[in-house]
């Protein structure tokens, strides 16, 4: 099966705060299907925060998601973009009691990405990450790197079905290893081929060679100081 | 997945997890029966003092152990990343919670009910009068688990969430303690319980249709 093309994504004049401060103001970008968007900036600047709200599990203080590239394009309903994306956050995702092929089971049926009944599927998408002998230990004794290559598994599983089209993968190569990090970038790369788009916040150099790449730095969108400062003035006042 | 599949999906997977931490529900469940056999150590061994505390003690205990169950509802999932894909995976969330709710009360609910028979004969509690003690609990454990879900889910990642949680629920469960004792106790005095029963009923059918969207708004809220 090809995976149906990913449709388009375009965001206007976003704006998120955390707490009092403005992480960033007036940020737009463009993703269409086989295009991936790199987020990057120190810590601190609204990198995950921009993921988690892009799928409403923040809120966004001002701004607008269009469903598609074209300036035509129908302004998405919150949450909308929940059903067509793969998530993978800061925390692992999986249970420690469970062991990694359960974990996986788990997320592949939420995702829709796998069926309880393809257990030689899942089976192989752990082997694919390097998993294959770590199948049946609890996932609370595998290593960091060992998690964020279960995590990866739930990508792989998505590359077989058109169901979610747009990853958003938060620092997904932060603990693997040189091997995990060229597995990454075969899989982005795959995905894209496919139509697929993903958005990565990371400060490592994950970039598959093909698809079209575009790199968003955040911390050109934080407000100025004087900006800053009246938008707590008016939070204060508020 | 449909709508029923992401419930059954949740029921699943929470009591797959309850198996794995059995210790987890073997607490709750110790915690009801030492609770209910410190009364007759403190008020004697007197057949009719026993008689007369007996529904309201067993009432008590069962809602101070539910209240013990209460903070593990979401705290786990919020801290190891799953609540977050959960929510994120687009599917829907009332489905979730209400998945998860029918197997905490699986788990922590019904070992009460089923232990209830054995601490009844303690506190000499009339034969007649047990089946109207299961009943009340049958239909009160699930609404003082629905409320406490909605509580757990609005103070989910405070520090002092646990204790906020039992501020937030103890006046809410008054009305179901009133009701639940109030009918052995009618049962035990020779009137009809049904009248208590009813009422409890009622709270139940409002609280398991409510609950799962109220606490899953609250969860939205509290992931922020």
């Known amino acids: ?238 | 997945m449909t709508e029923l599949g992401t419930l059954a999906w949740a029921l699943r997977r929470d009591l797959r997890l309850a198996m794995r931490r059995r210790g987890d529900a073997l607490n709750v469940l110790g915690f009801f029966a030492l609770a209910c056999s410190m009364f007759p150590l403190a008020v004697g061994p007197q057949r009719e003092w026993l008689t007369r505390i007996g529904p309201g003690v067993i009432w008590v205990a069962a809602l101070l152990a539910t209240l013990l169950a209460l903070p593990r509802l979401f705290e786990h999932d919020h801290t190891d990343g799953t609540l977050d894909a959960m929510i994120a995976s687009g599917r829907p969330l009332p489905m979730v919670v209400a998945g998860k709710l029918i197997a905490a009360w699986l788990v922590t609910g019904l070992p009460l009910i089923v232990l209830t028979p054995v601490l009844a004969v303690a506190f000499s509690l009339p034969m007649h009068a047990l089946p109207t003690m299961l009943a009340s609990l049958v239909l009160g454990t699930p609404t003082l688990l629905g409320l406490g879900a909605i509580a757990g889910a609005l103070t989910l990642g405070l520090k002092a969430g646990p204790t906020l949680v039992t501020l937030l629920c103890l006046p809410l469960y008054v009305p179901v303690l009133v009701f639940g004792a109030g009918a052995v106790e009618a049962q035990v005095s020779g009137l009809s319980p049904a009248a208590h029963l009813a009422l409890l009923a009622a709270g139940m059918l409002v609280v398991a249709l409510a609950a799962p969207p109220v606490a899953a708004q609250a969860l939205r809220i509290s992931v922020e």
């Not at chain 1, 998601?65 to 929940?82: K, Q, V």
């Not at chain 1, 939420?110 to 899942?122: C, F, I, K, Q, Y």
């Not at chain 1, 290559?149 to 089209?165: K, Q």
């Open chain 1, 1 to 238: 099966m090809t995976p149906a093309a990913f449709g388009g994504l375009r965001a206007e004049g976003l704006a998120l705060s955390r707490g009092e401060r403005r992480l960033f103001t007036n940020l737009s970008f463009t993703l269409g299907a086989g295009g991936l968007l790199r987020l990057l900036g120190p810590n601190g600047s609204g990198k995950s925060s921009l993921l988690r709200g892009l799928l409403g599990l923040a809120p966004l203080a001002a701004g607008t998601l269009f469903s598609g590239t074209s300036a035509s394009a129908p302004p998405l309903r919150p949450r909308a973009l929940c059903a067509g994306a793969l998530y993978q956050g800061h925390a692992s995702g999986a249970k420690g009691e469970l062991t990694a092929l359960e974990n996986l089971a788990l997320s592949a049926a939420l995702d829709g990405t796998a069926g309880p009944a393809d257990e030689s599927v899942l089976r192989e998408a752990l082997a694919s990450v390097g998993l294959a002998r770590q199948r049946d230990i609890e996932t609370r004794r595998l290593s960091q790197g060992q998690r964020q290559r279960l995590s990866l598994a739930r990508f792989a599983l998505a590359l077989r079905v058109p169901a979610r089209p747009l990853w958003l993968m938060d620092e997904p190569s932060a603990a693997l290893d040189a091997e995990g990090g060229v597995l990454l970038a075969r899989m982005l790369a795959e995905h894209l081929a496919r139509g697929g788009a993903a958005i990565v916040a990371t400060h490592l150099p994950v970039a598959p060679d093909t698809g079209r790449i575009d790199e968003l730095r955040l911390d050109d969108f934080a407000p100025r100081r004087g900006e800053a400062r009246e938008a707590q003035a008016a939070g204060a006042a508020a």
